[in-house]
């Protein structure tokens, strides 16, 4: 284990002023420090994008983040999306057209989608399903994950 640091950034709004390994992935941080187990460890190595969140207002893989470069961030999880009790309009749009399945994805998607409507309010299929390219799912076959993102932007 190296020497711990400290760093301050920001989660979801609440500012942490933590001492930590500055080896410790953004990951480990978000789901054993700060107990965020919304966000998904799949592979662990940045290939199936089910621990995505918001870094800065860009999609990343937590588990591809480490410690020392989170001074001053501004981390989002799905934990941040929704406002006290009620859920993300993206979160309901993807209940509405039924594209959850085992769920263990979902996290992710939706963290990548934010980041695409964030940027792109009106995507095409095409902008959708490149935005998505980074989150596996094992279970829906994608294509009620892409309507669920154009409900969602059309609602907006
Ligand atoms: S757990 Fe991070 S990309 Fe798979
Ligand atoms: S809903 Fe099961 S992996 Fe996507």
């Known amino acids: 284990m190296s020497d711990l640091i400290n760093l301050n950034f920001t989660v ?9 390994d500055p080896s410790m992935t953004l990951l480990e941080i978000l789901r054993n420090i700060l107990k965020l187990t919304g966000t998904k460890e799949g ?4 290939e199936c994008g089910s ?8 999609a990343v893989n ?19 999306l929704g406002k006290g009790e009620e859920i993300h309009p993206i979160q309901k749009a993807f209940i509405e057209e039924g594209a959850v399945q085992c769920g263990f994805c979902i996290p992710g998607m939706i963290m990548s989608a934010k980041a695409l409507l964030d940027e792109n309010p009106h995507p095409s ?10 989150n596996l799912c094992r279970c829906t076959g994608y294509s009620k994950i892409v ?10």
């Open 62 to 80: 937590a588990c591809l983040v480490i410690a020392s470069q989170l001074e001053e961030a501004e981390i989002i999880t799905i934990e941040g």
């Open 51 to 58: 621990c995505t969140v918001l870094l800065n207002g860009k």
């Open 12 to 20: 979801n709004g609440e500012k942490k002023h933590i001492k930590l």
């Open 125 to 134: 299929e095409e902008e959708i399903k490149w935005g998505i390219s980074g």
């Open 147 to 156: 309507s669920a993102i154009e409900k969602a932007a059309k609602e907006r």
């Open 43 to 46: 592979c662990g190595k940045g």
